[in-house]
């Protein structure tokens, strides 16, 4: 069948729109002081920090030309992750990465707004679909799950556009955010100033493709496990 390019070309376009983001969370912290330091400093310990947690909870939105991408997933360093994606609220799908394999479910509606044909709609609505490591497309959802991948853009070098603003709320919580604005476009990166210097939100704004995204739940664990086996259609099989 020709399900299996059509929908894996569908699936990963909209994963592989997904940009870095940031987070909030009540906290009662120390001060870590990073306020202090140049806006270049923030923005390398913030990329450090970030870079090294173990898991981290990825919300937001982001858009490429005139569609919005939402996203909601926990993920690890090891590739796991759990949550949803999808292309307008209440029109997501769930996804499961476990190793090799990813899972997505969505209902009738989300296949209907990824313009499957009705023998897919019917096919697909609710029901879990494998993409193995074999799948022809599997490397975008892979990377839409790799946190190590998704934050190598984080930026760690000198840049003599940055500038930071002052402290304010993110989430209930302090941060510091650090500004570059080039040809139209205004990138903020809001940097916690308690306990680790973690990045807790991405906003973009003009050019476009504006986003707004947060990341949370620094460190804790991703629950991710596959399917029950009787409950999953292997994308192989669709051929």
């Known amino acids: 069948m020709r399900v299996q390019r059509a929908i894996l070309t569908r699936v990963t ?8 983001g940031l987070a909030g969370g009540v906290t009662t912290q120390d001060s870590n002081g990073i306020e202090d330091l140049p806006a270049n400093e923030i923005m390398e310990k913030a990329a450090d920090a970030t870079k090294s947690a173990d898991s981290l909870r990825l919300k937001g939105t982001t ?3 005139p569609d919005e991408v939402l996203v909601d997933l926990a993920l690890n360093e090891d590739g796991d992750c759990k949550g949803t994606i999808g292309p307008r609220e209440n029109v997501t799908a769930e996804i499961i990465k476990v190793g090799d394999a990813a899972y997505l479910k969505g209902d009738e509606t989300f296949w209907k707004e990824m313009e499957s044909g009705s023998d897919e709609v019917d096919l697909l609505a609710d029901q879990w679909l494998k993409v193995s490591a074999q799948s022809e497309g599997f490397e975008d959802l892979a990377e839409l799950c790799d946190a190590d991948r998704l934050l190598q853009d984080i930026p760690d070098h000198p840049d003599p556009g940055l500038t930071k603003g002052k402290i304010h709320d993110v989430n209930d919580q302090p941060a510091i955010p650090v500004v570059r604005k080039d040809d139209g476009v205004t990138s903020t990166v809001d940097v916690a100033t308690e306990g680790e210097p973690y990045i807790l939100r991405l906003s ?7 986003a707004d995204l947060v990341m949370s739940d620094y460190n804790k664990p991703v629950n991710a496990e596959a399917p029950p086996a009787e409950d999953v259609l292997d994308i192989e099989d669709l051929q």
Do not use: I, Q, W
């Open 13 to 20: 376009c909209t994963a592989t729109l997904v940009v870095v």
């Open 204 to 210: 973009r704004t003009g050019g476009d493709e504006p």
């Open 63 to 65: 858009t490429s030309g």
